[in-house]
């Protein structure tokens, strides 16, 4: 630390992102991104709109917005579309979180809700997860708070129905709820179709996990166009051209091919079906994951253990060093061989003792 750091920073302990090794090639399962390259429509964009880098994006980002807005059937008050969905997440907090909103999510979710509470000195509470990883929604009514959920969540993959989420968001009309759909398109019932009846509600998606932009930066917030217009006044007073040529470009051929990435979910879901029923034979035990990533222990091996041995032989997974987590791994679901190779080493790594 410099001595030049303002105080204010002096404690902030930063979001760890996932390793992105560059010394060797890895059967890369540790970040949750998709096996599949983007689109050929959004590669295809995304190059042309390449010619023409000397001039700044468009601020509103109006053409993508719109088509975002049509495929979730709202308006474009309705959207923000932002530099990935951690963006959307950080003007959630600035916006409407303080001393008398604190911010409260499950004590077990995506690390960076408290990563950005800290960054923006605000007070939070984590609310413990049942012992078998699920929420307790009733503990969320009433909360006084701003809600952050992410449905399904992370690191365990496990959703909440549709008709959950909407009990907390109509017991907290006085309250922003904010649903983190990232993993959403592998097999959960979206909240957005909520968002014409509550005006307490923002739903977060990504085009990093299903629609394989990971790299590209690129994600969204749907709500009334009150809580928008309150997160457009962040945006405008930090980033405005928050979105580059070649992302909003390739958004829009991404949203052109909905049938590519249907098929891509699809070929997912079937293959962490696949992947969990094999693991289980190995002795591992999962929860229901819901999710393009597995959550997965096994009683002989620890998780710390079984991550290092993967590493060793070409495998990157997840592993977590909180108490609840340590005997976990988070394992992305791959291509079916990048599977297989995973299935066939854990096979023999863990030989004897099963
Ligand atoms: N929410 C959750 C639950 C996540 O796991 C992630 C990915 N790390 C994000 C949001 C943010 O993803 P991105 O910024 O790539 O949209």
């Known amino acids: 630390m410099s001595r030049f750091l303002s105080k204010k920073y002096a404690a902030l302990s930063p979001y760890t992102p996932g390793e992105q090794p560059q010394d060797m090639k890895y059967i890369k399962l540790n970040t949750n991104e998709s096996p599949f390259p983007p689109s050929p429509k959004a590669q295809k964009y995304a190059?042309?709109?390449?010619?023409?880098?000397?001039?700044?994006?468009?601020?509103?980002?109006?053409?993508?917005?719109?088509?975002?807005?049509?495929?979730?059937?709202?308006?474009?008050?309705?959207?923000?579309?932002?530099?990935?969905?951690?963006e959307i997440l950080n003007f959630a907090f600035m916006a409407f979180c303080d001393d008398e909103h604190p911010a409260i999510f499950p004590d077990i979710t995506y690390g960076f809700y408290p990563v950005f509470a800290e960054l923006n000195n605000i007070p939070y509470k984590e609310l413990p997860l049942r012992e078998d990883f699920t929420i307790d929604t009733s503990e969320y009514?009433?909360?006084?708070?701003?809600?952050?959920?992410?449905?399904?969540?992370?690191?365990t993959g496990i959703a909440l129905p549709l008709s959950e989420i909407e009990a907390i968001v109509r017991n907290n009309p006085d309250n922003v709820v904010l649903?983190?759909?990232?993993?959403?398109?592998?097999?959960?019932?979206?909240?957005?179709?909520?968002i014409p009846k509550y005006d307490n509600l923002i739903v977060t998606q990504t085009f990093s996990k299903s629609r394989s932009m990971a790299g590209a930066r690129l994600g969204f917030g749907a709500a009334s166009a009150a809580l928008i217009g309150d997160m457009n006044t962040i945006k405008y007073s930090t980033n405005p051209y928050n979105i580059n040529r070649m992302t909003m470009a390739a958004g829009l051929g991404v949203l052109e091919d909905e049938e590519y990435t249907r098929r891509n979910c699809k070929t997912i879901e079937k293959t962490r079906e696949y992947t969990l029923r094999e693991l289980e034979k190995l002795g591992f035990e999962a929860t229901a994951s819901k999710a393009n990533f597995i959550f997965v222990r096994h009683n002989a091996a620890g998780g710390e253990e079984l991550y290092k041995t993967l590493k060793s032989r070409g495998i990157l997974v997840r592993h977590f060093g909180k108490p609840r987590l340590c005997d976990y791994l988070r394992i992305t679901i791959g291509a079916q061989d990048e599977m297989q190779a995973l299935i066939d080493t854990l096979s023999d790594i863990l030989g004897g003792k099963q």
């Open 141 to 155: 009514y009433g909360a006084g708070a701003t809600i952050f959920i992410a449905n399904p969540n992370a690191p």
């Open 47 to 86: 190059a042309e709109a390449a010619s023409r880098m000397q001039l700044y994006p468009d601020p509103e980002c109006r053409e993508l917005t719109e088509k975002i807005a049509q495929l979730c059937g709202l308006e474009f008050e309705n959207i923000l579309v932002t530099n990935g969905s951690d």
């Open 179 to 194: 649903i983190d759909e990232a993993y959403v398109d592998f097999g959960t019932e979206s909240a957005l179709s909520l």
